[in-house]
């Protein structure tokens, strides 16, 4: 099971139920912390979610016992005088506020999620089909067309034997270069501008989970991963494999392999009519650069 916590008015996650207990015992978090997971129609306190309940109670006695050893020290001493002074002279004190509720991860309460597989996959595919056109335009590659009186079968056959002719498979070459090429040009987009004409298009921008731009490294290792986990090396029908096991990742936990493990976030905007229709028109402006 995963978990989203709220640290410091940022939503973290998802993390497992290991990394919670890490974070207990280097009080990154606490018991009163809040987290979140699919079964709940709301934020709460760790302590009150059923699924953490060993992991709360081995923290509580870890902790107990830390208290039993330093009960005497004179920090503890001044700590609960202090404490118990707060509380005398206001009778209601309770401590410290609760954390500030952050927005809902899993789309509860009718706040939008940030899943949007649909949107990230048409906004790849803008960028491919960039490099796909320009190398195609450069490599000035004559593609049969249909000829009238043949049936499609026949069609398909043109197709194919051009296909294996050493121009096209000079041209494949050329186009999987430019592609391992363009992931890291992508890193770099990543860096500099948070996005890429295709992210940028469909309104997404890829950060950390506080907001901010990512490192060159980190975005570099963000693109190797999808480069090879989410396209498959461009090898045969891996990148097919690649993108349906990314879409369904993201459907079931919200994000994809990479940006889970790398700790980071895909923040996208409500599409507009004029985006959209702006998308459909260049993208078919794009096709219309391979027929002309």
């Given amino acids: 099971m995963e978990f989203y916590l709220s640290i410091n008015g940022e939503k973290v996650g998802p993390v497992g139920v290991f990394k919670i207990s890490e ?30 309940d060993t992991v709360i109670e081995r923290h509580a006695t870890a902790q107990e016992s830390e208290e039993d050893a330093d009960d005497n020290s004179e920090q503890v001493i001044h700590a609960k005088e202090i404490i118990r002074e707060s509380k005398e002279r206001d009778p209601s004190w309770q401590g410290p506020p609760p954390l500030p509720e952050v927005a809902d991860p899993g789309g509860v309460a009718g706040v939008r999620r940030e899943v949007r597989p649909f949107i990230r996959f048409w906004a790849r595919m803008f960028d491919y089909t960039l490099i796909y056109t320009a190398v195609f335009l450069f490599a000035g590659v004559d593609i049969p067309r249909p000829e009238e009186g043949l049936t499609f079968l026949e069609n398909f056959e043109r197709s194919m034997e051009a296909a294996q002719s050493a121009e096209a498979i000079t041209f494949a070459k050329i186009l999987i270069v430019s592609l391992i090429a363009w992931h890291v040009l992508e890193a770099f987009l990543i860096h500099i501008f948070g996005t890429t004409p295709g992210k940028a298009l469909f309104g997404i921008r890829v950060v950390t989970v506080t907001g901010d731009r990512l490192a060159v490294f980190l975005s570099l290792t963000r693109s190797f991963f999808v480069y090879v986990f989410g396209m498959g090396l461009f090898l045969s029908i891996l990148p097919i494999i690649g993108m349906t096991f990314s879409f369904f990742r993201l459907m079931a936990t919200g994000n994809c ?24 028109f260049l993208f078919f402006g794009i096709l219309l650069l391979q027929v002309l």
């Fill in 23 to 52: 974070w207990l015992e280097t009080e990154k978090v606490t018991p009163e912390t809040k987290g979140w997971h699919r079964d709940l129609d709301s934020w709460k306190p760790l302590r009150e979610i059923s699924a953490l």
């Fill in 257 to 280: 392999l990479w940006d889970q493990q790398l700790k980071l976030r895909v923040e996208s905007c409500q599409l507009s009519f004029a985006r959209i229709v702006l998308a459909i």
